[in-house]
């Protein structure tokens, strides 16, 4: 390590701090996301940012990159107190940040790609000689090897998230916030990128690594800050703790009265599925589900969770491998089949996916009837529409003035639960759940697990896919692991969070450092 | 496996760069290749074909909607449209026409050549105003202006029609004149194509033009200014629409209300066949002229052939639907699905060694 | 009371409201406008308008769009109009005519569902396509002796009345639309699909079909304002109708369809194709040549979609203030979470009466 560029650690403790944040503190509506969130970021570091989902760190990348301002506590950089206002003025103080979908041009080259919007001119005209040049020596000097002639669209996405770091580099980034950088990566991406980190951190960048994934944290950060329900509980070197010590540390939090009692009922097989593959996505999957219980699904982004549960739902369609639904072969053609033959899917994208909008709560909340509101005629009736959903209504305990609203005009758990209804309409036989309470309050949180509880006791087969450790701790009668597409682990519950967050990371716990 | 190993992995998307650079090649030179080999077939088969007066004739049409195409492909590439390039034309080919009257001397030329220009981005400024300021989709603010444009027309044209004794004689001229032995027209075409290519290649705007067409969002974020390039793409079809009325005068002599009828069409298709994406960010000047030529070529063969002269629009059209369709199942095969490689991997997730070879600390 | 104030706030009674003021307008320059051979005249210039453009407003809902019916006008009218001339039964030819116009209209679903091309691009294509075929059969000839049952059907009154026998069936088609969209359940697919294509796919629905279904429609009706056409103007020509295009558009989103598809009413198209029919009416008694009307009704368009966004803000802005009230529960911070902000997804919203 004795390369002449290389930051030395007294270098490192002399200097100042490139960014300080001091007592942040930010609250949306009444939940508190941060209070009182202190950082500080220095050259030629890799600081790992850990918390669980809902814990504070996106709001804290939101603040550092200048999406949304502080209510309280001070942003120091360079010494000078400052505010970061918007995304360019953090851009403008060398803050940048990429993210698992880098925003690019596919049908430009490389070269221009890092220069967009800024590229090099030569007395009024681009200057394509001088941008290819310097495209080519960046790549150089942090070890990387890009044709920058290439287009876009030809390049995969690890790829895409070199060139967004290497154009940060370019516009003069001192720090670097690296968002789940690893989750669509395969392991040999993972390993080029990481040389990469580290020869950025030679050159003196301040590195924030983002993510879930402990082995990786383990590997390349120098230091560790976990945050959990908008706090700072630690801040150490990373060599000074363990994986465990580090779960521990994250998910500390008493299950509480938040969760409902399962009822363990052993009903026979409703799905089997052997072997289910889908390249890129998921492969060689195979369980059982049976009728009463509640399969969690718990894994990582990006295990391809979402995927399976697409694909047993006929959005996609697997390359190979069966499945049987109650003992008859079921090949997932489309939703509309998966519907017919009684499967329901709640998608993780509510808004999006989940519910139409532009259409009042009555028609959500039937969509998936409407061929049996409908009379002999295929005439709508719509009196038989009120009084479905408000049985429904009542089913997902959704107050009665709710119901003839605009669905955008309700909030997100009230949404959820129109979603939630419309599923129970079609009487399904195998409900899956794909994040189900992202982005709800307590109160409501409580109230749909506690529906999915009582669905799961009258029979109906419940997967629950969650990325919050606790709740799929405690919702589900068994649980099974994803980790890059395959199913590692099944647990029988309860078991500890950190057993499964150790599957999901693929960190075994003898290996620890 | 050693670092360089594991870097030169990563290069491995760089081995397809001269893939990739002979597939844009390709494009251009098929579609070469299908203008050469229509043209040996006719030149050999059909006698008709052969003769200067067709030849000049096609190609000063070819010329003329090259130009246009041009201009529309510049609003494709930034992923508008604008179907009242036809009006523009028309209208200008009357006004430039009767006013140049009023310019004779050796500035005549170049007095007109600037007013159609000017006029015709006038009118396509009136294009970029109602899609930026209100926010209309550009398909229906152009069909809209389409209508008033061509009304205008009509009521500019008050039921007569220019005659060509009205018109300068530097412009009625123009299309039998030749510089150098290749007509005047071409010469035009020729000076619009090295003009807009080096716009789209060397300048700001040229650039926006494509980060507008393949991303708008991102375009957005990085601080294009999208507004006053919307204004600048459509003023510089409209110009260019406004400098083919000119040519137009000059080609047909007589220009009515019914000038650049139907000439939406043709231009899009133009632009569409020669390889510009109606999705927005890909395609080249060269690619309209190209387009232009091929579709010129084929419609030419087909009135000699006796075919239809009529089979115009149906060329057009069904050009516009293989050429869109082509064009979706090519890209869909080409771009790589955002996602990771399938878990072909068999490295353990890290091996710290090798990044410690490498040069990077593996913690500690 | 609720009802009656969305009623009166809708978008419908603003064209009552206008068609209202073009009347008055219109009586102003000439006593004429009222008059029934006016309004005998008027209706009958309109009809072809109308039937195109309840074809294409379903198109326009599931968030498509369908410019290549008055290529489909031009194609079916001159086969209708050729195959007569050569002496075919006039039953038959017109059963032909319908049924090319309905395959049409199912060429462009194929394309843009099945294949999953951008409609406009196909649709652009396919006018340019279909119009060319009709120069291909006619090429610069023009028929002009039709049957009677054809002529009468396009230009005569109901027997005993004032009223045009065109405008009835056309009014009568419309009924039928308005049923479908508004009472079927094949409708409220339109409007799930426009809202959100992939909710609705999510939900079961049958997302192709429904979309395919309405290229179909719109094929078949311009088949048949091909055939009003032939009646009206007794004419047979290559290229027919083709400056038909701009007016059903206009109708459609002036009729209140947001061209991002969800929203609207078959109503509300009827209204504003009388209005548009009124209004280049009165503007003809004004003076106004026939390319005036034609820039006129451009310049509506621009306003009709302009006025869009204004009416959703407007529909906010009253939402807000008059106590109306809506939850805005706390948020939940950093999750995706519910959309608080009134304004929502689309402006569909704010088209709630089309879903009621």
Redo the contacts between chains.
């Keep these: 390590?004795s390369?002449p560029r290389a930051v030395s650690e007294s270098d490192k403790l002399v200097a100042p701090p490139i960014v300080e944040l001091r007592g942040i503190k930010r609250?949306?509506?009444?939940?508190q996301?941060l209070s009182g969130v202190s950082m500080t970021l220095r050259r030629g570091e890799i600081v790992g940012l850990l918390g669980e989902n809902?814990a504070?760190k996106?709001?804290l990348v939101?603040i550092l990159t200048g999406v949304l301002e502080p209510d309280g506590g001070q942003i120091v950089i360079d010494g000078e107190i400052r505010r970061v206002s918007n995304?360019?003025v953090a851009r403008e103080l060398g803050i940048a940040a990429t993210y698992q979908?880098p925003?690019?041009?596919?049908?430009?080259d490389v070269a221009?790609n890092l220069f967009?919007?800024r590229?090099p001119?030569r007395r009024?005209?681009?200057d394509?000689g001088s941008m290819y040049k310097t495209a080519e020596e960046v790549f150089r000097e942090i070890?990387?090897?890009?044709?920058p002639?290439?287009?876009l669209?030809?390049?995969?996405?690890?790829?895409?998230q070199?060139i967004e770091i290497a154009k940060s580099l370019i516009s003069g980034a001192r720090v670097l916030i690296l968002d789940e950088p690893t989750s669509?990566?395969?392991?040999?991406?993972?390993?080029?990128l990481?040389?990469l980190?580290?020869?950025l951190?030679?050159r003196g960048i301040s590195l924030v690594f983002v993510s879930h994934k402990l082995?990786?944290v383990?590997?390349?950060?120098?230091r560790v800050v976990v945050l959990r329900d908008g706090a700072l509980v630690a801040e150490k070197p990373?060599?000074d703790v363990s994986v465990s010590e580090l779960v521990q540390m994250m998910c500390g939090r008493a299950i509480g009265e938040l969760y409902p009692s399962l009822t363990r009922v052993a009903g026979d097989t409703i799905l089997e599925v052997k072997h289910l593959t889908r390249?890129?996505?998921f492969?060689d999957v195979s369980f059982t589900l049976r009728r009463g219980e509640i399969l969690g699904l718990a894994g990582l982004v990006?295990a391809g969770r979402t995927e399976l549960a697409e694909a047993i739902f006929g959005?996609s369609q697997a390359e190979s491998g069966t499945m049987t639904l109650d003992g008859v072969a079921y090949t997932a053609t489309s939703?509309?089949h998966?519907?017919?033959v009684g499967i329901a899917?709640l998608?993780e994208?509510?808004?999006?996916?989940?519910?139409?909008?532009?259409?009042?709560v009555p028609?959500n909340m039937t969509?998936?009837v409407?061929?049996r509101?409908?009379n002999r005629f295929?005439?709508?009736r719509t009196r038989v529409m009120y009084r479905q959903s408000a049985e429904l209504a009542a089913r997902v305990q959704l107050q009665a003035g709710?119901l003839n609203?605009?669905t955008?005009?309700?909030?997100?758990?009230?949404?959820q639960k129109v979603v939630l209804g419309?599923w129970l309409a079609?009487e399904p036989r195998i409900l899956i759940l794909d994040e189900p309470t992202?982005?709800?309050?307590v109160g409501t949180k409580a109230e749909v697990l506690g529906i999915v509880a009582e669905l799961a006791a009258t029979g109906v087969a419940v997967i629950f896919i969650s990325s919050e450790l606790e709740e799929v701790r405690a919702m589900s009668t068994r649980l099974l692991v994803m980790r890059?597409?395959?199913v590692v682990a099944e647990f029988a519950t309860p078991v500890d969070a950190h057993v499964i967050l150790e599957a999901a990371s693929?960190v075994d716990a003898k290996h620890e450092? | 496996m050693s670092a360089a190993e594991m870097i030169s992995d990563v290069a491995t998307s760089s081995a397809r760069r001269s893939r990739v650079n002979a597939m844009v090649r390709r494009s251009d030179t098929a579609l070469l290749g299908l203008i050469a080999l229509i043209t040996l077939v006719a030149v050999a088969t059909l006698s008709d074909f052969r003769t200067l007066s067709n030849i000049n004739n096609l190609l000063n049409t070819t010329a003329l909607i090259a130009i246009v195409a041009i201009g529309e492909a510049v609003v494709i590439l930034a992923r508008q449209i604008d179907l009242s390039v036809g009006a523009i034309l028309g209208i200008c080919a009357y006004l430039v026409g009767e006013w140049s009257g009023h310019f004779s001397g050796p500035f005549g030329p170049v007095i007109g050549v600037l007013l159609a220009l000017a006029l015709g981005a006038g009118f396509g400024l009136g294009n970029a105003l109602l899609v930026n300021v209100f926010k209309m989709p550009a398909i229906i603010a152009t069909l809209a202006t389409l209508s008033i444009y061509t009304g205008l027309q009509i009521i500019v044209n008050n039921g007569s029609q220019l005659y060509l004794t009205q018109v300068p004689k530097w412009l009625a001229g123009l299309r039998g004149n030749a510089w150098f032995g290749i007509g005047t027209f071409i010469w035009i075409a020729a000076i619009v194509l090295v003009a807009v290519s080096f716009i789209l290649r060397r300048t700001r705007f040229g650039r926006d033009v494509y980060a507008l067409g393949s991303n708008p969002e991102a375009a957005a974020y990085l601080g294009v200014k999208i507004r006053l390039r919307t204004f600048q793409i459509f003023a510089l079809c409209g110009a260019l629409a406004g400098l083919g009325g000119l040519l137009y005068t000059s080609q047909f002599g007589n220009v009515d209300a019914t000038a650049g009828n139907g000439m939406n069409l043709t231009v899009i298709a133009a632009a569409v066949v020669g390889g510009v994406s109606l999705f927005g960010g890909a395609g080249t000047a060269l690619s309209a002229v190209l387009g232009a030529l091929l579709l010129g070529e084929i419609q030419n063969v087909l009135e000699l052939t006796r075919i239809s002269i009529f089979a115009e629009q149906t060329l057009q059209g069904a050009a516009i639907v293989i050429a869109v369709a082509v064009y979706a199942v090519v890209s869909r095969r080409l771009r790589r699905p955002v996602r990771r490689e399938a878990f072909l991997s068999e490295h353990p997730t890290l091996n710290p060694a090798a990044i410690e070879a490498a040069g990077g600390t593996s913690n500690g | 009371m609720a009802r009656f104030r969305q009623l009166v706030l809708s978008w419908e009674a603003g064209l009552v409201v206008l068609t209202v003021l073009v009347v008055i307008f219109g009586q102003l320059a000439d006593h004429d406008l009222i008059s029934s051979f006016n309004l005998q005249t008027t209706a009958l210039n309109n009809v072809i308008l109308l039937c195109l453009a309840l074809g294409v407003a379903p198109v326009i809902m599931t968030g498509d769009i369908d410019l290549s019916v008055v290529g489909t006008l031009a194609l079916s009218g001159v086969v209708m109009g050729d195959l007569m001339a050569h002496g075919m039964a006039t039953g038959l030819a017109i059963a032909i005519g319908l049924v090319l116009a309905l395959v049409c209209g199912l060429i462009n679903g194929l394309l843009v569902v099945l294949f999953d091309l951008p409609a406009l691009a196909v649709t652009l294509g396919t006018m340019g396509a279909y119009t060319g075929i009709s120069f291909l059969i006619l090429g610069g000839l023009a028929i002009t002796t039709f049957p009677n049952s054809v002529v009468s059907l396009g230009s005569s009154n109901l027997t005993g009345t004032q009223v045009p026998f065109a405008t009835v069936v056309v009014l009568a088609i419309a009924a039928i639309m308005a049923y479908l969209v508004h009472f079927t359940t094949w409708g409220k697919s339109l409007f799930a699909v426009g809202g959100s294509r992939k909710a609705a796919l999510f939900s079961g629905i049958a997302v192709n079909r429904v979309r395919i279904t309405t290229f179909i429609i719109s094929g078949f009706l311009a088949g048949f304002a091909g055939l009003l056409f032939l009646g009206n103007y007794e004419t047979a020509q290559a290229g027919m109708g083709a400056s038909q295009l701009l007016p059903a558009i206009t109708a459609v989103i002036l009729g209140g369809v947001s061209a991002y598809g969800g929203t609207g009413t078959i109503p509300g198209v009827v209204l504003a194709a009388i209005l548009l029919a009124l209004l280049q009416s009165a503007l003809g008694l004004h003076g106004f040549s026939g390319e005036g009307q034609t820039m006129a009704v451009g310049f509506l368009l621009i306003i009709a979609i302009g006025a869009q966004p204004l009416a959703r803000s407007a529909r906010d802005w009253w939402r807000r203030h008059a106590g109306v009230r809506e939850i805005a529960s706390a948020g939940t911070g950093e999750s995706r979470g519910g959309s608080e902000s009134s304004s929502g997804a689309s402006g569909a919203e704010v088209r709630s009466t089309a879903v009621n």
């Design positions: 390590m390369d609250s949306f509506g009444g939940l996301a809902g504070g996106s709001t939101k995304p360019r979908e925003a690019v041009f596919p049908d430009l221009e967009a919007g590229q001119t009024g005209i681009i394509w070890g990387v090897d890009l044709d002639h290439v287009p669209y030809q390049l995969g996405i690890a790829d895409r070199i669509v990566l395969s392991s040999r991406e993972v390993d080029s990481f040389i980190l580290n020869s951190r030679e082995d990786e383990k590997a390349i950060t120098d990373t060599a390249r890129g996505y492969q990006g959005i939703p509309r998966a519907v017919r899917y998608p994208d509510r808004l999006s996916n989940g519910l139409v909008m532009g259409m009042r028609f969509m998936t409407w061929g509101i409908a295929g005439r709508f709710r609203q605009l955008s005009s309700l909030s997100g758990g009230n949404q419309k079609t992202h982005g709800i309050d890059e597409g395959s693929g450092s």
